[in-house]
């Protein structure tokens, strides 16, 4: 039996788990069922196209809060992401439960959120940049393990969770490779505080992707994940489509050049994460002969498209009391 966690306590939450971030997946639809479910969920705030949109959501997500269920938003926290101090004002303004924040230092949301009561969660993928968050203020780690989904870490998820919880003093909730109630309760006897899960909640009903995307996370599994480096230059996992295999996952020998050429370098990865980002959000909202679906390995166990509240007791059923 899975008891209160430090995740538990930290949200006030009646289950250990964080519906993940997804970006094109995650919705409020998505959100308010985790919540009425007893979990927290989480959105990045580059779902939203303007900073009105994401408050809207904001807005209706605290509208829809019930005991239990928590919400939040993952934020971007680099140079890239232009709307970045805009997004973390929204947030501490209108008050969200939780920030996941990616890609960067968090100084500025931990100074920014923890005065708001705001709790601050870091995405890290080794114990340097966890060392690093956690002197800075964080109140959890999110370890993303070789087995999440979209850009992930390296090493595996017991390694991960043994390793940052024997050299820092803060939970750590896996991110990784969990598809049922299994893999978690593996997670946590790790000591993992909970878990983040982002990829079988893609062949949600409430999700907003296309049924044909949905469909695939039903029909492949965990051995169809491969790692590719054609939609951000950065490695990301995705389903091993017949469009996936044609045009392959390795850069071709131009890209590698334009690559290593540090005047180009900043230019062409700023191009072919544009072109990634398009081509990403055309195969979610729509299925082409240029399909790339972003998932991780823990679709594993979907078998069909079920709502939200069905596909959290995979993870909880045995656990209810």
């Known amino acids: 039996m899975i008891q209160k966690t430090p995740l538990t306590e930290l949200l006030n939450i009646k289950h250990p788990i964080i519906m993940a971030p997804m970006f094109l997946v995650s919705n ?14 989480c959105v990045p705030a580059l779902n939203y196209r303007t900073i009105e949109e994401l408050k809207a ?16 938003i993952n934020l971007i926290v680099n140079k890239s992401n232009l709307k970045y101090p805009a997004q973390l004002e929204a947030a501490c303004e ?20 923890k005065p708001k009561g705001i709790k601050v969660f870091c995405d890290v993928v080794d114990l340097a940049y966890a060392k690093k968050v956690e002197e800075m203020g964080c109140d959890a780690l999110v370890a993303v393990n070789n087995e999440a989904g979209g850009h ?15 050299n820092c003093a803060i939970p750590v909730i896996t991110a990784g490779g969990v598809s049922n109630k299994a893999d978690l309760e593996r997670a946590m006897s790790y000591g993992a505080v909970g878990a983040s ?9 409430e999700a907003p992707v296309s049924q044909e995307y949905k469909q695939a996370c039903v029909d492949y599994g965990a051995k169809d994940i491969v790692m590719t480096q054609k939609i951000s230059g950065t490695p990301c996992t995705v389903i091993n489509t017949p469009y996936v295999q044609k045009i392959g996952t390795k850069q ?28 990403t ?41």
């Open 28 to 41: 409020v639809a998505m959100l308010k069922a985790g919540m009425e479910s007893g979990i927290a969920a």
């Open 57 to 72: 959501a904001i807005i209706e997500l605290k509208a829809a809060k019930v005991p239990g269920g928590a919400f939040g």
């Open 94 to 113: 209108l008050g969200v439960d939780f920030i996941i924040t990616s890609l960067g230092s968090p100084r500025q949301v931990i100074e920014a959120a």
């Open 152 to 166: 992930r870490g390296d090493a595996t998820p017991e390694a991960l969770i043994k390793e940052l919880n024997e």
């Open 197 to 205: 899960i982002g990829s079988p909640f893609i062949a949600s009903e």
């Open 252 to 279: 071709t020998w131009i890209e590698k050049i334009l690559n290593k050429n540090k005047k180009l370098k900043k230019w062409v990865k700023m191009i072919r994460f544009a072109k990634g980002m398009r081509d």
């Open 281 to 321: 959000t055309k195969a979610a909202q729509g299925a082409t002969y240029k399909t790339v679906w972003v998932a991780g390995p823990s679709i594993e166990e979907t078998t069909a498209i079920e709502p939200v509240k069905t596909i959290i007791q995979r993870f909880i059923s045995e656990t209810q009391s």
